[in-house]
């Protein structure tokens, strides 16, 4: 294999792990937010709130736990760290080749 073509693999899984890191990083926010009881009524957090939904409308409301923040903690940091592992496991196997 040559130079050229690791390089390329290597800033190909580079620029994954970047966006799982992101996306990670907008659902561990918003969870944040929601802990500290944020000012929902700010842009700022509008917009945070709405790119964590699309990231984990899939799971945002996966767990029936009593508690608002249980279910918050649980569907949105289920949600960060699938982004996480797998992320970062196809950024790693693209390093490899």
Same mark, same amino acid.
């Given at each position: =294999?040559?130079? $050229?073509?690791?390089t390329?693999a #290597?800033? !190909?899984?580079?620029?994954?792990a970047?966006?799982? %890191?992101v996306m /990670?990083?907008? *659902?561990? *926010?918003w969870?944040? =937010?929601? *802990?500290? %009881?944020a #000012? $929902?009524g700010?842009?700022?957090?509008?917009?945070v709130?709405d &790119? /964590?939904r699309?990231?984990a409308?899939?799971?945002?409301? *996966?767990?029936t736990? %009593?508690? !608002?923040?249980? $279910?918050?903690v649980?569907?949105?940091g289920l /949600?960060? &760290?699938?982004?996480l592992f797998?992320?970062h496991?196809?950024? #790693? $196997?693209?390093?490899?080749?």
């Amino acid at each position: =294999m040559s130079y $050229r073509s690791r390089t390329g693999a #290597n800033q !190909a899984g580079t620029v994954i792990a970047i966006v799982a %890191d992101v996306m /990670a990083l907008f *659902l561990g *926010l918003w969870i944040l =937010m929601y *802990l500290l %009881d944020a #000012n $929902r009524g700010n842009e700022f957090v509008q917009f945070v709130h709405d &790119v /964590a939904r699309w990231l984990a409308g899939w799971s945002y409301d *996966l767990f029936t736990f %009593d508690e !608002a923040w249980a $279910r918050v903690v649980a569907g949105y940091g289920l /949600a960060a &760290v699938v982004y996480l592992f797998v992320g970062h496991a196809i950024a #790693n $196997r693209t390093h490899r080749h």
